[in-house]
């Protein structure tokens, strides 16, 4: 029975063999996982991408700004501006703006201001006012009390963003060059009480209504000091230009400031015995009362009981208004 079986075994071994199916051939290996292809570079649609090649949601760049008055470090910047209040008064304040790159949470308005000269002095919190694009925030900065100015002059200011966030809810870039640590930081000035004192006029009183002359020898007066005038020039072709007149004082040589509200070009002659022009300087005015106050025209009168003679324009404007002050 024993060699039967044996024969037997051996017979069926051979024809395994023959056939290519002999138990003993390992089964086809497995492909090794470490020569699989990367399982980030399947077409997986069911696999999640790994933890570590997904866009971290710290590293998303945040709403920058992009633009801002004051600017960005800048130094004497003014403390103190006005505004109309109401018919006989006017209030103080400083109005501060910054503008993003991209639209932003309207619901969230809040800044803090920091004084960094007197760090004793409590921060302030504040709510400003969004543009319609969410693009542009504008902070009035109040009185802290009713017997202080809005910011103190000379002092050093930050105005912290942090509470700020764009329209998907990043917060402000802190890195970005515009702000550099995504605060807005400068330093104020002094006053200007001589513009403040003409923005009173300018924002109180109604104008004096003036028709500058069309010829150059025979004008209208507007010379009296704290006066607030509303000149209409005449025709010139395709634009304005008309004459006034001023008389200077006997005794000295007087500075004259014009506080205008548009650039309006001016020049000034000394017409007492002849012809002989006078130095002026247009330059903008520093923005105390904006719009009502945008430029300044000024130029020293030679003292003597001299006349001279204003020429406003060529200009495209018909009518402008300025405060006319003697020093």
Same mark, same amino acid.
């Given at each position: 029975?024993?060699?039967?079986?044996?024969?037997?075994?051996?017979?069926?071994?051979?024809?395994?063999?023959?056939?290519?199916?002999?138990?003993?051939?390992?089964?086809?290996?497995? @492909? !090794? =996982? $470490? #020569?699989? %292809? *990367? /399982? +980030? &570079?399947?077409?997986?649609?069911?696999?999640? @991408? !790994? =933890? $570590? #090649?997904? %866009? *971290? /949601? +710290? &590293?998303?760049?945040?709403?920058?700004?992009?633009?801002?008055?004051?600017?960005?470090?800048?130094?004497?910047?003014?403390?103190?501006?006005?505004?109309?209040?109401?018919?006989?008064?006017?209030?103080?304040?400083?109005?501060?703006?910054?503008?993003?790159?991209?639209?932003?949470?309207?619901?969230?308005?809040?800044?803090?201001?920091?004084?960094?000269?007197?760090?004793?002095?409590?921060?302030?919190?504040?709510?400003?006012?969004?543009?319609?694009?969410?693009?542009?925030?504008?902070?009035?900065?109040?009185?802290?009390?009713?017997?202080?100015?809005?910011?103190?002059?000379?002092?050093?200011?930050?105005?912290?963003?942090?509470?700020?966030?764009?329209?998907?809810?990043?917060?402000?870039?802190?890195?970005?060059?515009?702000?550099?640590?995504?605060?807005?930081?400068?330093?104020?000035?002094?006053?200007?009480?001589?513009?403040?004192?003409?923005?009173?006029?300018?924002?109180?009183?109604?104008?004096?209504?003036?028709?500058?002359?069309?010829?150059?020898?025979?004008?209208?007066?507007?010379?009296?000091?704290?006066?607030?005038?509303?000149?209409?020039?005449?025709?010139?072709?395709?634009?304005?230009?008309?004459?006034?007149?001023?008389?200077?004082?006997?005794?000295?040589?007087?500075?004259?400031?014009?506080?205008?509200?548009?650039?309006?070009?001016?020049?000034?002659?000394?017409?007492?015995?002849?012809?002989?022009?006078?130095?002026?300087?247009?330059?903008?005015?520093?923005?105390?009362?904006?719009?009502?106050?945008?430029?300044?025209?000024?130029?020293?009168?030679?003292?003597?009981?001299?006349?001279?003679?204003?020429?406003?324009?060529?200009?495209?404007?018909?009518?402008?208004?300025?405060?006319?002050?003697?020093?």
């Amino acid at each position: 029975m024993r060699t039967v079986a044996t024969t037997t075994l051996l017979a069926t071994c051979a024809l395994l063999a023959l056939a290519g199916c002999d138990n003993d051939d390992p089964v086809p290996p497995t @492909p !090794d =996982a $470490g #020569t699989r %292809p *990367d /399982a +980030g &570079s399947e077409p997986d649609a069911g696999r999640e @991408p !790994d =933890a $570590g #090649t997904q %866009p *971290d /949601a +710290g &590293s998303v760049q945040g709403p920058t700004v992009i633009g801002s008055t004051p600017s960005e470090g800048e130094t004497n910047v003014l403390p103190v501006e006005l505004f109309k209040a109401d018919a006989t008064t006017t209030g103080v304040r400083k109005l501060v703006t910054l503008t993003f790159d991209t639209p932003m949470d309207t619901t969230a308005a809040e800044v803090t201001l920091v004084d960094r000269t007197t760090p004793a002095n409590a921060a302030r919190t504040l709510t400003g006012t969004w543009s319609e694009d969410g693009l542009t925030l504008s902070v009035a900065i109040p009185r802290p009390e009713s017997d202080l100015p809005p910011l103190e002059e000379e002092t050093a200011y930050t105005l912290e963003l942090g509470a700020l966030r764009g329209a998907e809810g990043h917060a402000v870039d802190t890195s970005h060059a515009g702000l550099g640590d995504g605060q807005l930081d400068f330093t104020t000035g002094r006053r200007d009480g001589t513009t403040e004192h003409a923005c009173a006029h300018a924002l109180l009183e109604s104008p004096v209504p003036v028709t500058a002359s069309a010829s150059p020898t025979i004008y209208p007066a507007t010379d009296t000091s704290h006066e607030f005038y509303g000149l209409t020039l005449p025709a010139s072709g395709t634009s304005f230009l008309g004459y006034t007149e001023v008389v200077s004082g006997e005794s000295r040589d007087e500075p004259v400031i014009l506080y205008l509200n548009h650039p309006i070009p001016v020049a000034v002659h000394d017409t007492t015995e002849g012809e002989d022009a006078i130095a002026t300087a247009l330059e903008p005015a520093r923005p105390v009362c904006l719009p009502a106050i945008t430029h300044t025209l000024k130029f020293t009168a030679p003292g003597g009981d001299r006349f001279l003679r204003l020429t406003f324009g060529p200009t495209e404007r018909e009518t402008f208004t300025f405060v006319f002050e003697r020093y």
